[in-house]
């Protein structure tokens, strides 16, 4: 990479940020296609999130990716917000066009790509979502709005959670039906169910060996169902209970690509090569 007075600056914000995988694969499509741009990771504090925005555009950064804990937080200083990152919650891509400061997710679009290349008729289909945070708030808005599901059973330990977790969705106008379980009602829908998604952290880093699953509760995933996993690993507890099942198996490193390629899109006006970023999270 050569970096000169005319390289525009991209980057990620978040706290902590050294685990983050963009900037390997974003800066490997950068040099992949030649072009002057650099992408930055940038540990930032909640109480530096103001002043950020003023020096980013002080010294020209172009656009940036928001992680955790970020996600929400910096709604209040962008000058226009899309739709659905409005209806999330939560933004994960910014960028800056004459002074003004545009943010949108395309954790959504990640995470309904791989879908939307299964034959399925999503408008019979009710997915169950595992989790409460925010990821799960993008896979609900993706499920109702883009695929068009009519449902979907949300799964989380705390009924108060839970409980608020539904509440938050009354004032927005989304298409699907919310409903909430607690996590031991699972067995009675799992048989029943054509998607189910993972968006707990429950199998990632340190818990390689767990599932968010019981051996009994896997038994019940059915040969025609899909178990998606938003964890970027290859291959996690619940993807293997889902593969010995016969289901379908998607991993998050599918979501992670193609938020990331649709980003770039934003920032650099040039297709991303996809094939190439998803190969560097495997050396
Ligand atoms: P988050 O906001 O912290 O939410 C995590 C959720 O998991 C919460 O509802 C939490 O419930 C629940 N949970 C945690 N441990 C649990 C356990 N042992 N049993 C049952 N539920 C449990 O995190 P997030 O931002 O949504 O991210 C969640 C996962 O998605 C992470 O693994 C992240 O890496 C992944 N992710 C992937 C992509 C991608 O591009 N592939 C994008 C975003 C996120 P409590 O509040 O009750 O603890």
């Given amino acids: 990479m050569h970096i000169t007075g005319k390289t525009k600056i991209l980057g990620i914000i978040g706290n902590p940020i050294e685990h983050s995988m963009s900037p390997i694969f974003q800066n490997a499509a950068i040099a992949l296609l030649g072009l002057d741009y650099v992408y930055v990771p940038f540990a930032v504090k909640k109480e ?28 209040p200083f962008l000058h226009h917000v899309s739709d659905t990152a409005r209806k999330i919650g939560a933004v994960n ?28 008729n999503w408008s019979e289909i009710t997915p169950l979502v595992l989790g409460y945070g925010g990821a799960s708030r993008a896979v609900v808005v993706g499920c109702s709005e883009l695929l068009g599901c009519p449902e979907v059973k949300i799964f989380g330990r705390n009924k108060a959670k839970l409980e608020i977790f539904r509440e938050s969705w009354a004032k927005t106008d989304l298409k699907a039906k919310i409903s909430v379980y607690s996590w031991d009602e699972l067995s009675n829908f799992i048989p029943h169910s054509s998607l189910i998604v993972n968006t707990t952290p429950v199998g990632m880093s340190s818990l390689t060996d767990e599932s968010p699953l019981t051996p009994q509760q896997s038994s019940l995933i059915k040969q025609s169902a899909i178990a998606y996993d938003l964890i970027y690993n290859r291959s996690t507890l619940f993807l293997r209970q889902g593969k ?9 490193s599918e979501m ?3 938020q990331g390629a649709i980003a770039f899109k934003i920032w650099t006006g040039k297709d991303a090569p996809e094939s190439a970023m998803r190969e560097t999270l495997y050396i």
Avoid: M
């Fill in 48 to 75: 530096d999130l103001e002043g950020l925005f003023t020096t980013f555009k002080a010294v020209d950064v172009r656009g940036f990716n928001v992680t955790i804990p970020h996600k929400e937080s910096v709604l």
């Fill in 93 to 120: 891509t910014v960028w800056l066009n004459q002074g003004e400061w545009y943010g949108t997710n395309t954790d959504i679009d990640g995470f309904i790509y791989p879908l939307q290349q299964l034959n399925r």
């Fill in 244 to 252: 010995s099942q016969g289901a379908t198996t998607i991993d998050g």
């Fill in 256 to 258: 992670l690509i193609k």
